[in-house]
């Protein structure tokens, strides 16, 4: 893939507008000599600090935590030492100071950053890495305390959750292990008052531990529902009443008659849910909406221009929920569905067929191993969708923002949605300029990529305010105008891959950062842009 980023697709206007919004802060900065293998991404601690991660050649623990400020310029390089399976853990904001977590291959670390890069704090913590269990870090008010959740190494079957000081000294700390079984910490959210560990006990099923977030103190821990529709939550957020709200898929898991016939057109036996939890644990509303002919014409409903739509019962991956300022939620996602190798309208759309069809006789399941590129290889499309909720998590509106570039995926991906939602190739951001957040991401139109931005209350699809960044990614003469097919043979989220190194960061209100890695020159380009669409 050409990644070779040029200017033809910015107006001298909109240059000297970037240059000119001010004059201390650097619009267009070129970082040389950043070798692919070491490189890890230019990331974002919550637009507060930018940070990448790069390897010492030769020296396999050693790597160099660089931190850059709202400026761009280089601020500070601080050496980690990291085992062998060591790895950043999270990064966040906390005040005005930024927090890195760290497994060194034994336990954790701590590290804090000021506004001028330079490190404060640096303690260990005695997390584990658990297979399956998460470590999360969420700022606690705005008076510099933050919580900690990791697994512990209890016989690798709990997890802790502790607050911290602005001093980084435990204000508290609660550990939960079972007698029997084991618990996974799989989501975890909390703001000043109150504190939600979402875990996956291996004897009953989806657990909350809800806490108090001053002192510690459990007030509840009760099961997610499991029978008949078994629930997989994959967001986990705290409203502003505190109150703990949740999404994601499910699964219908009720018993099937004794004689049962699948209709071809017949919808998957499961869809989307949304709860909500009280601080005390009090089930206030579980809405789950399945996949149903009805959804299925909304999601594949056409918008204002000309695209592909899928047909049938695509399936949505979450990726947000949010507040809406007069009451009820909004969840955001994207639209995937799954197609087999010889499916027609992935061959109308420009798909080719990846391998030649097993025999009819065959009982092997060799063939349904997408790994190897044989057999009935799924590939998937995807769709912005934004669900309007209202307070009991019922959908009153659906809205489908349609990308004009279309992405396939030439390999099967086990683990449903949950799995795939882990790898996307459109990098999107949530910006806040006012009282309404933005969808701000990339994408691909007439060989040329470009950043887009949709307001989630607009009428409209507004897919016309395209900023280009004339970077051609597709060959001339695969483009078929709004309808563009792209195939990718390995997993998107593979870190050899070019466009995994495309990105777009929150910088401030009304600005995005940009960010492109060139591997063939060895360097990282990075721009300040206007947010496009935004009056």
């Not at 000599?33 to 030769?58: C, H, I, P």
């Not at 303690?123 to 919580?147: K, Q």
């Not at 507040?323 to 994207?334: I, N, R, T």
């Not at 099967?412 to 933005?438: H, I, K, N």
Request: charged letters at 25%; one cysteine or more; a neutral charge.
């Amino acid at each position: 893939m050409n990644t070779r980023f040029t200017r033809r697709g910015l107006s001298r206007g909109l240059l000297l507008a970037l240059l000119a919004a001010g004059p201390a802060v650097a619009q267009d900065v070129t970082i040389p000599d950043v070798e692919a293998w070491s490189f890890t991404g230019f990331k974002s601690a919550d637009g507060q600090l930018y940070y990448t991660m790069r390897q010492e050649r030769n020296v396999y623990d050693l790597f160099h935590l660089e931190l850059y400020g709202r400026d761009l310029k280089k601020l500070s390089t601080t050496d980690v030492r990291l085992g062998r399976n060591g790895k950043l853990l999270t990064a966040r904001a906390v005040g005005d100071k930024t927090v890195f977590c760290f497994y060194n291959g034994k336990d954790g670390t701590l590290l804090q950053f000021n506004a001028a890069g330079q490190k404060t704090q640096d303690i260990h913590v005695p997390l584990a890495d658990v297979f399956g269990s998460i470590t999360a870090l969420e700022p606690a008010g705005t008076g510099g305390d933050f919580y900690l959740a990791y697994p512990i190494d209890a016989d690798k079957k709990g997890y802790s959750v502790a607050r911290y000081g602005a001093d980084f000294k435990p204000k508290w700390q609660k550990d939960f292990a079972p007698e029997k079984g084991k618990y996974q910490l799989r989501r975890f959210a909390a703001d000043d008052a109150h504190v939600y560990a979402i875990d996956e006990y291996s004897k009953a099923g989806w657990e909350v531990a809800c806490l108090d977030g001053a002192t510690g103190a459990e007030k509840a821990r009760p099961a997610l529902p499991a029978a008949p529709s078994e629930v997989l939550p994959n967001i986990a957020r705290v409203d502003k009443a505190g109150r703990l709200l949740l999404a994601g898929p499910y699964a219908d898991k009720s018993p099937r008659p004794a004689v049962y016939t699948e209709k071809p057109d017949a919808p998957p036996r499961g869809g989307f849910f949304s709860m909500g939890l009280s601080p005390e644990g009090k089930q206030e509303f579980l809405t789950t909406t399945p996949y149903t002919e009805e959804l299925g014409q909304q999601l594949n409903s056409r918008s204002s221009v000309a695209v592909f739509t899928v047909r049938n019962y695509p399936g949505i991956k979450l990726h947000e929920i949010l507040e809406k300022p007069g009451g009820g939620y909004q969840l955001v996602g994207e639209t995937y569905k799954n197609f087999g190798y010889n499916d027609a309208d992935y061959e109308r759309a420009g798909g080719m067929k990846s391998a030649p069809a097993p025999a009819a006789n065959s009982n092997s399941s060799f063939g349904s191993m997408g790994g190897f590129g044989i057999g009935n290889t799924r590939s998937y499309i995807l769709d912005f969708v934004v669900l309007d909720l209202d307070a009991q998590g019922k959908v009153q509106a659906i809205r489908r923002i349609p990308k004009p570039y279309k992405l396939y995926q030439n390999r099967s991906v086990g683990g449903g949605p949950e799995d795939w939602s882990q790898r996307t190739m459109y990098s999107y951001r949530f910006l806040a300029p006012g009282a309404t957040p933005r969808l701000v991401y990339l994408n691909w139109h007439q060989n040329l990529q470009y950043v887009n931005s949709v307001a989630l209350t607009d009428k409209r699809d507004d897919l016309f305010s395209r900023l280009y960044l004339d970077q051609p990614v597709v060959p001339a003469d695969k483009d078929r105008g709004e309808l563009t097919v792209r195939e990718f043979e390995h997993e998107v989220a593979a870190p050899n891959q070019d466009l995994a190194y495309d990105d777009v960061l929150p910088h401030a209100p009304g600005k995005l950062l940009y960010s492109h890695y060139d591997k063939a020159a060895k360097t990282l380009r990075l721009q300040v842009l206007d947010v496009p669409g935004l009056k």
